[in-house]
């Protein structure tokens, strides 16, 4: 499962409604890739079309895909946003990170 602050359900249903999102039927899919200094990055975009394989939650009113692989790597992340002086974008909140690098985006088990 994957929790959805407030601020970042906020900050998601208004970009996807610029970008011309339905915000009743698409939604947030989240994932990870290889790549980043850590190890493994993020990757957050909007969608509308569910996969074979990908997994399907809704939290604070929002619902969130992630594919099977990315999902063992997600379990238990919150979703905020941060629009604070340190620079402005969706934050992962990962548990299972063992470390991250500076900036956030990238992450190791």
């Known amino acids: 499962m994957i929790q959805v602050t407030e601020k970042a359900k906020q900050k998601a249903l208004e970009l996807m409604q610029e970008d011309g999102y339905d915000t009743s039927t698409d939604f947030i899919r989240v994932g990870v890739k290889s790549g980043g ?16 394989n990908d997994k399907v939650f809704e939290n604070n009113n929002i619902k969130i895909v992630v594919d099977k692989k990315s999902f063992l790597y997600l379990v238990g992340t919150t979703l905020d946003y941060s629009g604070g002086l340190n620079g402005t974008g969706f934050v992962f909140k990962n548990p299972n990170a063992n470390r991250t690098c500076g900036c956030g985006e990238s992450f190791s088990l």
């Open 37 to 52: 200094c850590s190890g493994l990055s993020y990757e957050l975009n909007f969608d509308k079309d569910i996969k074979e």
